[in-house]
């Protein structure tokens, strides 16, 4: 007990910093491999590995010395036979610019993925004057939300979300809510808001909307499916008949602000630590 102690004690931010290195380069690798035919040869290279360790310590020395040598050709052959595809992860690193990036870039250019799917999915239900409401959660959690619909989990894209509205489909009834870059589930119920000085021409859709961002710092964005009109609601007040950029700009604003509160987090941790 007294060993692993003294070890931990001994780890600095610089093994932390190699560590992690190492441990996202292993995991690149990994998905890079995932589910390709180099996968089901590495997997084969690291039993041999395991067996002709075995074979050494159980002084089995016919048997290491074929894995030895099995083990040397299997590491040829893994260059001949998977040559494309080291040429295409060679490509992958050197478009992806993983080490020249930083984490606020790489937050601005999914921030501005998360923006784009969703604009373009409002725009597409707009001009189709399909009934939508999409609710972003931000600090305030609405696990219960969440759980009166059913869960999906999926990446943010425009064409999941236009799908899920389409009329006639098994979820195109109630709220989709949205965290981070997930789409957490479609078909939720939310409170209607109880503002009595609501105009009367405001159906369920808009005072649904209206009444998530009474009790929470979510914002919600409204299509009209008679008239296909954008509105967002924040903090109990509603804008109407909302053009795409301006659209655009409110989540983009969200998502932004959000990120930095993350960053100020980060930072206020690391400061402290």
């Known amino acids: 007990m007294d060993q692993v102690i003294e070890i931990f004690s001994n780890i ?8 992690t290195i190492v441990a996202v380069v292993f995991y690149k690798l990994y998905m890079l491999i995932r589910e390709t035919r180099a996968e089901q040869l590495i997997k084969g290279l690291l039993i041999l590995l395991v067996a002709t360790k075995l074979s050494e310590w159980a002084k089995l020395y016919v048997i290491n010395y074929i894995l030895k040598n099995t083990m040397t050709l299997g590491l040829i052959a893994l260059l001949i036979v ?36 969703i604009t373009d ?12 409401l999409i609710i972003l959660e931000r600090e305030t959690g609405i696990n219960d939300v969440i759980e009166t619909g059913t869960i999906i989990e999926g990446k943010i894209s425009s064409s999941l979300l236009i799908n899920i509205f389409i009329p006639n489909t098994p979820l195109h009834d109630g709220a989709v809510v949205i ?27 808009h005072r649904a909307g209206i009444g998530i961002t009474e009790s929470s710092d979510a914002i919600a964005i409204m299509v009209s499916e008679e008239t296909g ?12 008949f ?9 989540i983009k604003d969200a998502y932004d602000a959000d990120q930095n509160k993350s960053l100020i987090k980060l930072r206020w941790r690391l400061k402290n630590d």
């Open 229 to 240: 009109a954008i509105s967002v609601a924040n903090r109990g007040k509603l804008s109407r």
């Open 12 to 19: 600095g931010i610089r093994d932390i910093i190699d560590m």
């Open 242 to 250: 909302l053009d795409i950029d301006t659209l655009s700009t409110i």
């Open 121 to 132: 999915a409002v725009a597409s239900l707009s001009r189709q004057k399909i009934g939508a």
């Open 82 to 117: 998977f040559q494309p595809e080291l040429r295409r992860a060679l490509e992958y690193l050197g478009r992806s610019r993983l080490l020249s990036k930083s984490i606020v870039e790489l937050a601005d250019e999914e921030s501005d993925r998360k923006t784009k799917e």
């Open 179 to 205: 965290r981070g870059d997930k789409i957490m589930a479609a078909g939720c119920f939310l409170p209607l808001s109880e503002n009595p000085g609501l105009s009367k021409e405001l159906g369920t859709r």
